[in-house]
């Protein structure tokens, strides 16, 4: 069966707009599909495909607390009636990080480059688009105050940097008990990214509701793609699935990734099965 996942449109970092991912999704004979824009789902609503079992469904950033990386853990909905709740903490977030859009260019016009935040702000809130600091880069570099997006970076917006405002994310266990309370089956999304962080994390949070690892990810070849599934069934999880793709620029992936029939099917119950876990 193909599965996708985990995607993206421009109600996040995605170029296309929801409705298109989703008849790209179609295109690909996608069987089940979630759109899992980043900390939002503005989207869910527009990105159905035909035939196909969608879910609603986001990716959520979150704080690792002991070492400070950003992990990105997959949601979806399976109907609780908490999700709403998940939804307005993700809301409250993105407030967050509209402030501090504000802030950074406060900080920015007192180096002498001024950036209007205020329509970025104003899209993003109509959109669900969420912001940060590759937003201002770019509207730096078309106003010329920075000769490249690296440039940006290096001289104004690095990490703990004279214009950096450091981001209040939701911590690793505070998006997993949200999940918790809204029965969302929830998955490390491209723990490659992560490494053997992301074996320990499987570890220490399978008993806190992770019950996936995002196993069959594009890109992967036979030997690393073994190494999840290893994980997951030495832990008792879900092998789950997606392209993480962005567009058609997006040359390394297409929507859809297939998995093996028993791999299906209980990746299947796991989303729908009334007896969830």
Known sequence: MRFELHCHSTCSDG???PSAVASRAAERGVAVFALTDHDTCAGTAAA???GAQTLRAVEISCEEPATGRTIHLLAYDRGGAAWAALEAKL??????????MRMMGARLAQRGIRIDVEPMIEDAARSGRTLGRPDLARAMVAAGAASSFKDAFARHLYDGGPVDVPNRALTLPE?????????AAMSLAHPHLYDHLGVQLCKQHV????GGVEAFYAGYDPRERARWIELADALGLVCTGGSDWHGPEDASAQPGVDLPDARSDALYAWLFSSSRR
Not at 207 to 210: Q, R, T
């Open 15 to 17: 170029t296309e707009a």
């Open 48 to 50: 159905v495909v035909a």
């Open 91 to 100: 809301d409250e977030v993105r407030q967050a990080r509209l402030n501090r």
């Open 175 to 183: 998006a997993l008990a949200l999940g918790r309370a809204a029965n």
């Open 207 to 210: 008993a806190d509701g992770l």
